[in-house]
């Protein structure tokens, strides 16, 4: 069963930057989309960012929720199975545990396995 491990959250100031981490194990993102989403405090989870496969010379079509207003930056290491999700200029309002998941389509984003741990991003001064 593949395992998702998600990483690189913390503490941090507004204002401040963060790179969050996506492993899957058994190359489990291998010809899939990957998608980042988030849970804040006391409501649903919700979509963040995703990224189409790509190739050896594309990275992936991208595509991000209206909230990110470019500060996020989803990007992925097929060789290394792994994708990320820079942020930017973060709020307050961006604190929430972060999950990865493979999706069936950019569209579709139905996630395909068990969700992960998740890691913990605070925004706070």
């Known amino acids: 069963q593949v395992q998702l491990v998600e990483s690189g959250g913390g503490l941090v100031q507004p204002g401040g930057s963060l790179k969050l981490s996506c492993a899957a194990s058994?190359?489990?993102?291998?010809?899939?989309?990957v998608g980042w989403y988030r849970q804040p405090p006391g409501k649903q989870r919700e979509f963040v960012a995703s990224?189409?496969?790509?190739?050896?010379?594309?990275?992936?079509?991208?595509d991000y929720a209206d909230y990110v207003e470019s500060r996020f930056t989803i990007s992925r290491d097929n060789a290394k199975n792994t994708v990320y999700l820079q942020m930017n200029s973060l709020k307050p309002e961006d604190t929430a545990v972060y999950y990865c998941?493979?999706?069936?389509?950019?569209?579709?984003?139905?996630?395909?396995?068990?969700w992960g741990q998740g890691t913990q991003v605070t925004v706070s001064s």
């Open positions: 998941n493979a999706i069936r389509s950019i569209t579709i984003r139905t996630p395909v396995y068990t």
């Open positions: 990224i189409t496969y790509g190739s050896d010379t594309y990275g992936g079509r991208t």
């Open positions: 058994e190359s489990g993102f291998r010809g899939y989309a």
